[in-house]
């Protein structure tokens, strides 16, 4: 059963730091595409990167352009977000997704197949 978990969320102050990890299992990750969803109360969920199987189609949303980084390591089943200079707007429940597509990742969750349970990052003085 393909499934994928979430890690890495928490409290942090604004300006702080987390990397968000999600973990595959019963699937290879590797020829899949990644996205990075989130979701703030009371908002829709919105995307915020994502990563071709390849890894070499990367997007992020002008919203945390400069601040975040989406990596991948296929050996760990892997994939990360890097997430920097945190504002509360960051705040919500982040979610990974796979979709199987080897040369582009797609913003559009419509796209994807499997969904984490998300992790929360809360960001707040």
């Known amino acids: 059963q393909p499934q ?12 702080g730091s987390l990397t968000l990890s999600c973990a595959a299992s019963g699937f290879t990750l590797g020829y899949y595409g990644i996205g990075w969803f989130r979701q703030a109360p009371g908002k829709e ?9 390849s890894g070499g189609s990367k997007n992020l949303a002008d919203s945390v352009k400069g601040r975040f980084t989406i ?6 089943n892997t994939v990360y977000l890097q997430m920097n200079s945190l504002k509360p707007e960051d705040t919500g429940v982040y979610y990974c997704a796979a979709a199987d597509d080897y040369y582009y990742c797609s ?3 419509d796209d994807y197949d499997y969904w984490g349970q998300g992790t929360q990052v809360t960001v707040s003085s």
């Open 71 to 76: 990596s991948r390591d296929d050996a760990e």
């Open 45 to 53: 969920r919105e995307g915020v990167s994502c990563i071709s199987g």
């Open 107 to 109: 913003a559009s969750e």
């Open 4 to 15: 994928l978990v979430e890690s890495g969320g928490g409290l942090v102050q604004p300006g």
